[in-house]
């Protein structure tokens, strides 16, 4: 048996040496256009390409889906956060009021799963509400512009992220980690006291 699986991911931030032969600018430090998250549940006051938003994926053909933006990212529960758009220095605040979710309810088809997300219809400018999540931990942010006009709505969508494993201890389904310690520097999962038969075969 295994007495213990661990899971550990560190991230550390540093000051770049100053680049060579372009005058030392710092590019990380510059702001270009584009979605950006951004609040106090950040953890900064500053909108540079470490809260920048990338292009959505359609998760089963892997293709980019155009109007859709997503971000992982830590925010701290009880704080405020919006998503903003940068145009040449110019911001605008995208939110949303977010209601909790039960994604079997959400799918087109019946899945086979508890997960809950919180989900609000988009809502531009100046009267975007500020959006929360209840606990701190890692989340998944989707902003969908509705674009090809097939969702009900525009939306903002915050999934909480459940690191697990799944294998030949629990008949390859789902068992979460425990979250030892989840902040924007160092996120940590555990499980301990898991029983494995021989040469069995496990994910995370």
Same mark, same amino acid.
């Given at each position: 048996?295994?007495?213990?699986?661990?899971?550990?991911?560190?991230?550390?931030?540093?000051?770049?040496?100053?680049?060579?032969?372009?005058?030392?600018?710092?590019?990380?430090?510059?702001?270009? #256009?584009?979605?950006?998250?951004?609040?106090e549940? %950040? =953890?900064?006051?500053? /909108?540079?390409? &470490?809260?920048?938003?990338?292009?959505?994926?359609?998760?089963?053909s892997?293709?980019?889906?155009?109007?859709?933006?997503?971000?992982?990212?830590?925010?701290?529960g009880?704080?405020?956060?919006?998503?903003?758009l940068?145009?040449?220095?110019?911001?605008?605040?995208?939110?949303?009021?977010?209601?909790?979710?039960?994604v079997?309810?959400?799918?087109?088809?019946?899945?086979?799963?508890?997960?809950?997300?919180?989900?609000?219809?988009?809502?531009?400018?100046? #009267?975007?509400?500020?959006?929360?999540?209840?606990? %701190? =931990?890692?989340?998944? /942010?989707?902003? &969908?512009?509705?674009?090809?006009?097939?969702?009900?709505?525009?939306?903002?969508?915050?999934?909480?992220?459940?690191?697990?494993?799944?294998?030949?201890?629990?008949?390859?389904?789902?068992?979460?980690?425990?979250?030892?310690?989840?902040?924007?520097?160092?996120?940590?999962?555990?499980?301990?006291?898991?029983?494995?038969?021989?040469?069995?075969?496990?994910?995370?």
């Amino acid at each position: 048996s295994i007495s213990a699986l661990a899971l550990m991911f560190v991230a550390t931030s540093c000051e770049p040496e100053e680049n060579q032969g372009n005058g030392g600018v710092n590019f990380d430090e510059i702001t270009l #256009d584009g979605f950006y998250v951004y609040g106090e549940a %950040t =953890g900064s006051e500053d /909108i540079t390409a &470490d809260y920048a938003m990338a292009a959505g994926l359609n998760e089963v053909s892997q293709s980019k889906r155009g109007g859709m933006y997503e971000k992982y990212i830590v925010l701290e529960g009880g704080k405020e956060f919006y998503l903003v758009l940068n145009e040449a220095g110019n911001y605008t605040n995208y939110g949303a009021e977010l209601k909790d979710y039960d994604v079997k309810e959400l799918a087109d088809n019946p899945v086979d799963t508890n997960t809950v997300v919180k989900r609000g219809e988009l809502i531009v400018g100046n #009267d975007a509400p500020a959006m929360k999540v209840d606990k %701190t =931990g890692l989340y998944h /942010i989707v902003l &969908d512009l509705n674009l090809e006009g097939d969702l009900l709505y525009p939306q903002i969508v915050v999934a909480d992220v459940q690191w697990g494993v799944r294998g030949a201890m629990n008949g390859w389904g789902f068992t979460a980690f425990d979250a030892v310690e989840v902040n924007a520097e160092t996120m940590t999962w555990k499980m301990e006291n898991v029983d494995m038969p021989a040469n069995g075969e496990f994910k995370f």
